[in-house]
C-alpha cells in the first residue's frame, strides 16, 4: 500500500525531518535533545496510523525495525539472502554438503526460493536501485541531508541523487525482504521438524564461508 500510494507516509516523515533540524544541540543537553526527537518519533507514527491505518503503520515499523534498526534481525535476514540462494542453487552455485531432505521436498524448497532469488529478479533489483540513484534530490531533500558526496559516485553527473551506502542500503533491504518472504513460505509448507534440518544444513554452509552461526535460525526455531 505504501509503495503504490508514498505520498502519506513521504509528508509526514519530511515534517518530521525538518522538525527534527530545528531541535537544538546544545552541550550537556543530550538527553533533552533525544526526549524532544522521541516525542517527534512517536507523535509521526501516531499521524500515521491515522493517515494510512493502524495495520499498515505497524507493517511499516516492523520493516523499518528489521531492516534498518535491530542490527541482529537484519544481519540475521542478510545472511540469509545469501544462504538460501547457494541452497537452492538460484545463482548456479550449488551447497557444498548434501541436501538434507527427499528429493522432492526439496524441490519444493528450491522452487519457492527460486521464486524471490534468480539472476534476472537480482538484475531487476539492481536496475530498480539504479534508477533511483539517478533521480535527482529535490531542493527539499538538498537542504535535509549535510552534504551531497557525488565525487565517490561512480559517475561524471551533479545531478546524480542518491549516494553509494543508500545505494547499497536499497539492494539489501530489498534482498532482506526476499529472504524474509521465502521463510514465511517455506514455514506454511515444511514441518518444524524438516524446517530444522534445513536450518543445521544451513549452518553448515555458513561455517564454511565463517558466518556467525548463531545467526543462521527462523523467528520460529529461535523461540
Not at 182 to 198: C, G, H, N, S
Request: glycine share 4%; aromatic share 6%.
Amino acid at each position: 500500500m505504501v509503495a503504490r500510494s508514498p505520498e502519506p507516509v513521504q509528508d509526514r516523515a519530511t515534517a518530521f525531518l525538518l522538525a527534527v533540524k530545528d531541535v537544538p544541540l546544545e552541550a550537556g543537553g543530550e538527553e533533552k535533545y533525544r526526549a524532544a526527537v522521541d516525542s517527534l518519533l512517536r507523535g509521526t507514527f501516531e499521524e500515521l496510523k491515522i493517515a494510512v491505518g493502524p495495520v499498515v503503520t505497524e507493517q511499516l515499523r516492523a520493516w523499518l525495525m528489521r531492516s534498518f534498526v535491530d542490527h541482529d534481525e537484519r544481519m540475521r535476514l542478510w545472511i540469509w539472502s545469501i544462504l538460501l540462494p547457494r541452497l537452492a542453487g538460484a545463482y548456479g552455485h550449488s551447497a557444498k554438503t548434501p541436501p538434507p531432505l527427499p528429493t522432492a521436498r526439496m524441490q519444493q524448497f528450491n522452487d519457492i526460493v527460486r521464486s524471490y532469488f534468480s539472476p534476472e529478479i537480482r538484475q531487476e533489483d539492481d536496475d530498480l536501485a539504479e534508477r533511483a540513484r539517478r533521480e535527482p534530490l529535490s531542493l527539499l531533500e538538498q537542504e535535509l541531508v549535510p552534504a551531497r558526496i557525488t565525487d565517490s559516485v561512480d559517475s561524471d553527473d551533479p545531478d546524480d541523487g542518491v549516494w553509494p551506502d543508500e545505494l547499497s542500503s536499497l539492494r539489501e533491504a530489498t534482498r532482506i525482504e526476499r529472504a524474509r518472504r521465502a521463510w514465511d513460505e517455506v514455514e506454511k509448507i515444511f514441518t518444524p521438524r524438516e524446517r530444522t534440518m534445513l536450518v543445521a544444513w544451513a549452518r553448515q554452509e555458513g561455517a564454511l564461508r565463517k558466518m556467525p552461526l548463531h545467526l543462521i535460525a527462523t523467528r520460529s526455531i529461535e523461540k
